[in-house]
């Protein structure tokens, strides 16, 4: 008898000593959500070093992989029948694996044994299931080197998996299992992929997003929701928090000098994340700068903003080129939504000529002359949370 199973890899989880347990455990946990989130109810069991979803059939075993792929922590996803150990039945697994990647000309097997205690080597296996699968297939050829298709075969414990469609899977680590951050997401291109990094790499992204509210439309908040929205299937989504800063910057522009202007804006912005981080148990900010991109970028910029910032401020992006974030935005799926127009708080009271090497005395003489305090108790006092 033959099973449709999910075969779920992972690599960099192997490497933590003593914390694997905890990493599996996280792993299995979001996988099992991203399967609920698709309406389903699989059974996940823990083989030797993979995670095996139990499907009903393969059309589901494919989209259930398209679903893990996009989780945290896997590094590639199968779409297996689970076998048993005998030559007979792997054969014609495989033979029915090589029928879902029609059309191919040359093909080879590449199998692999997890424990010795099967009594075939995995040289063996690739040499008696070719010769199987040679004479019934005439009209393919056995290529070593680049084949069309690959049926692989992996014996792990009392059971084999055979398969010949797999999708690399995002890779980093389980969400969770890094802590919490506050991101600030812009509608922008650059924030969405910082935020998406560093989800990849463990953590939850709690989200904070400034609109220019009321003196711009909301479009941006919602820009934001269906960018979340797209993120969420990573599991490290924590909430959406967004907070209308068209009034503060309007009395920004009216009162400190016009080039200072985006310097406090972006001041402001990192006081007030700094504060909503006690509320969600963050550690450190990420923002999607990167370095000399804009003139809120230089150096000198970054250095008379983070001033003001007690917590750590990561920047995943900074020593990318437009470009590359373009394209990392396109295969993660923001960027169709980044590129809507949309007016928000960055094209709101934009200075003709902003610094680009600011003095940090200069800053924190405009700062000291607004009443901050007060702000970050208002501004906090009527942030809106809403879960994703
Ligand atoms: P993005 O494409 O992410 O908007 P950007 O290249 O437009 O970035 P800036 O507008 O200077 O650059 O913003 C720098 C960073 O400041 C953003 O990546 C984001 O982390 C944060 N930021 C800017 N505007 C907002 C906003 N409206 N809400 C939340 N964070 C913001
Ligand atoms: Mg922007």
Not at 28 to 38: D, L, S
Request: hydrophobic share 40%.
């Amino acid at each position: 008898m033959s099973e449709h199973v999910c075969l779920v890899h992972y690599h960099e989880l192997g490497l933590k000593g003593k914390n694997r347990n905890n990493f599996e455990r996280r792993l299995i946990g979001n996988i099992k959500t991203a399967i609920n989130e698709m309406g389903l109810r699989l059974e996940v069991r823990r083989i030797s070093g993979r995670l095996a979803v139990l499907a009903d059939t393969h059309e589901q075993c494919l989209s259930v992989a398209s679903c893990l792929r996009k989780v945290p922590g896997v590094a590639r996803v199968s779409c297996t029948i689970r076998t048993q150990r005998n030559l007979d039945d792997i054969c014609s697994a495989a033979l029915l694996a090589l029928s879902w990647v029609e059309p191919f000309l040359s093909f080879k097997v590449n199998s692999r044994r997890a424990h010795t205690d099967y009594p075939i080597s995995s040289m063996e296996l690739n040499s008696l299931v070719g010769a199987w699968l040679c004479e019934r297939l005439p009209q393919k050829r056995v290529q070593m080197r680049s084949p069309d298709a690959v049926a692989h075969v992996e014996v792990i414990e009392g059971a084999a998996y055979v398969y010949s469609q797999s999708q690399k899977g995002i890779g980093g680590l389980p969400s969770g299992s890094a802590g919490a951050v506050v991101s600030l997401l812009s509608a922008g291109i650059d924030s969405p992929v910082a935020t998406w990094r560093i989800i990849r790499r463990g953590a939850i992204a709690h989200c904070l997003h400034f609109s220019g509210v009321p003196q711009t439309p909301d479009t941006s908040k919602h820009l934001v929701r269906e960018i979340l929205e797209l993120l969420k299937p990573t599991g490290g989504v924590g909430s959406l928090a967004c907070v209308d800063f068209g009034d503060y910057q309007r009395n920004i522009a009216l009162n400190v000098p016009e080039k200072l202007r985006v310097l406090i804006y972006r001041r402001l912005m990192l006081a007030t994340a700094c504060r909503y981080a006690k509320n969600v148990g963050a550690k450190a900010l990420v923002t999607g700068e990167s370095l000399g991109q804009v003139a809120s970028q230089t150096l000198a910029n970054i250095m008379a903003v983070d001033e003001v910032a007690s917590l750590p401020v990561f920047r995943p992006l900074i020593g990318n080129d437009k470009q590359e974030i373009i394209d990392e935005a396109k295969e993660i799926g923001t960027f169709t939504i980044s590129s809507q127009s949309h007016e928000d708080c960055c094209t709101l009271f934009m200075p003709r000529s902003p610094e680009t090497q600011a003095k940090l005395p200069e800053v924190l003489d405009a700062w000291a002359s607004l009443a901050i305090a007060e702000w970050l108790d208002s501004i906090l006092a009527n942030i809106h949370v809403e879960k994703i």
